[in-house]
């Protein structure tokens, strides 16, 4: 049996936080400066933050703009990477301003689940077509593909 010290270095996760904001049912997808690839805002947690923290602040750093949370969409395993995604249906706050780039972002768009243009990152596609969906209950779902093959799958 692995000693207590072990047994938590090799558990390890990373938690993401992503958001899919809805707005006169359209959804905000944003361009990622790095590959290209479109896909929802959002990043990993910093130490100290509760997932609604850490989503608004990945939110205001990556398109400047404000959210509330509407509802938890899913949890995502992504177990390739150790990683859990929290997904939250958000709507921008009256006082946001409209979202924009940043040195992450190269462009933002709004689109619906049936128009989501050909290189959105396939995760990302699943999750908001989740959040269109209008399920009350959250979906759980794994997905098991590396952002690379994703990119190949496309």
Known sequence: MAAQGDMRSSTRFRVGVFGVIERDGRFLLARRSDIGWWNLPGGGLEHGETPEEGLTREV???IAASVSVVRLVGVYAKPQKDEIVLVYLCRLTPDSPPP?????????????????PENTLPKHAERLRD?????????LRAQRTSTTED???R
């Open 100 to 116: 924009g780039t940043s040195d992450e972002v190269s462009e933002v768009a709004w689109v619906t689940p049936d128009a989501l």
């Open 60 to 62: 205001r750093e990556e």
């Open 131 to 139: 959040a269109a969906a209008g399920q009350a209950a959250p979906f």
């Open 151 to 153: 990119q190949r799958l």
